[in-house]
């Protein structure tokens, strides 16, 4: 087998191709010897390996090989014949097949795709494809309203199906009977905001400012986390009739304001926290 190198390709990414490459051949080859060797499918062998290597020669006739190795070394190589085929076929097939189990994960709706009724989900560490119960048309139109169409401004939600993915492996959630908001687009605004707030440090507005507390900063976070969720509709930023511009208010439009109202911004959520007793006047 010989790698095709574009003319766009890098030094540096083809050695890293060539790597990747030559990693994955000798690892087939030390599998395949070892079959090949004791006559039998290693029994530490996990359940993924033993069908990728059950695919190998799958259009080869019965009196054709394939010889795995370096090209320019005969000893480390290994042969795939009939027999080390028929081996790996029958490890495969008495795999026991995984039951499918509960899962949920949370992450942002980034691909939809109508034909299959699927969309991606992007976690903190990965992308999962979900696929939705077939002719539930109100999973789908959530699906679609959630949709992050660049990518970064819409909810986060939490779905819920079945998988056959290992605990810390799951790249594909079947099944999904859940798709439901845990944090608004309002509510994710606030919470940048709310680090870019307590990240200030001192004379932050000029000479003698002093940088927000620890206190003050665990006070907005107890808000945040108990007060009332911003409805789903409501424009980021907007107030409820009557609310009274606790820190929530002013937190919403802290970055939007001009030097002179941050300072009163900036009182306000003092007074705040002093009302609460949350800071000593």
């Given at each position: 087998m010989v790698l095709a190198r574009g003319a766009s390709v890098t030094e540096e990414q083809w050695a890293e191709f060539v790597e990747l490459y030559e990693l994955g051949?000798?690892?087939?080859?030390?599998?395949?010897h070892a079959v090949t060797t004791?006559?039998?499918?290693?029994?530490?062998?996990?359940?993924?390996?033993?069908?990728?290597?059950?695919?190998?020669?799958g259009t080869l006739r019965e009196t054709e090989r394939i010889r795995l190795g370096p090209p320019?070394?005969?000893?480390?190589?290994?042969v795939v014949t009939p027999r080390t085929r028929a081996l790996l076929r029958k490890s495969a097939k008495?795999?026991?097949t995984p039951e499918p189990r509960p899962?949920?994960?949370?992450?942002?709706?980034?691909?939809?795709?109508?034909?299959?009724?699927?969309?991606?989900?992007?976690t903190?560490?990965?992308?999962?494809?979900?696929?939705?119960?077939?002719?539930?048309?109100?999973?789908?139109?959530?699906?679609?309203?959630?949709?992050?169409?660049?990518?970064?401004?819409?909810?986060?939600?939490?779905?819920?199906?079945?998988?056959?993915?290992?605990?810390?492996?799951?790249?594909?959630?079947?099944?999904?009977?859940?798709?439901?908001?845990?944090?608004?687009?309002?509510?994710?605004?606030i919470v940048s905001r709310l680090r870019a707030l307590v990240g200030l440090g001192?004379?932050?507005?000029?000479?003698?400012?002093?940088?927000?507390?620890?206190?003050?900063?665990?006070?907005?976070?107890?808000?945040?986390?108990?007060?009332?969720?911003p409805?789903?509709?409501?424009?980021?930023?907007?107030?409820?009739?009557?609310d009274p511009g606790g820190p929530r208010s002013c937190l919403r439009r802290f970055t939007d304001l001009s030097k002179e109202q941050r300072v009163q911004a900036a009182r306000k959520l003092r007074e705040h926290a002093v009302a609460r007793g949350s800071l000593h006047p």
């Amino acid at each position: 087998m010989v790698l095709a190198r574009g003319a766009s390709v890098t030094e540096e990414q083809w050695a890293e191709f060539v790597e990747l490459y030559e990693l994955g051949r000798d690892m087939v080859t030390r599998e395949v010897h070892a079959v090949t060797t004791a006559d039998e499918v290693p029994s530490e062998l996990d359940t993924q390996t033993r069908r990728t290597l059950a695919r190998l020669g799958g259009t080869l006739r019965e009196t054709e090989r394939i010889r795995l190795g370096p090209p320019d070394a005969d000893r480390g190589r290994a042969v795939v014949t009939p027999r080390t085929r028929a081996l790996l076929r029958k490890s495969a097939k008495q795999v026991e097949t995984p039951e499918p189990r509960p899962v949920f994960a949370v992450g942002l709706v980034t691909e939809y795709n109508g034909t299959t009724l699927s969309f991606d989900l992007k976690t903190n560490d990965r992308v999962i494809t979900c696929v939705l119960e077939v002719f539930n048309e109100q999973l789908a139109a959530a699906a679609r309203e959630y949709l992050a169409l660049d990518g970064v401004t819409a909810p986060d939600v939490r779905v819920e199906g079945q998988t056959l993915d290992d605990e810390d492996k799951i790249r594909r959630i079947y099944q999904v009977h859940t798709l439901e908001i845990v944090w608004t687009v309002a509510e994710k605004v606030i919470v940048s905001r709310l680090r870019a707030l307590v990240g200030l440090g001192h004379n932050w507005l000029g000479p003698g400012t002093e940088a927000p507390t620890a206190e003050l900063a665990e006070m907005l976070r107890h808000d945040l986390r108990t007060g009332e969720r911003p409805d789903r509709g409501r424009a980021v930023g907007s107030r409820r009739r009557g609310d009274p511009g606790g820190p929530r208010s002013c937190l919403r439009r802290f970055t939007d304001l001009s030097k002179e109202q941050r300072v009163q911004a900036a009182r306000k959520l003092r007074e705040h926290a002093v009302a609460r007793g949350s800071l000593h006047p």
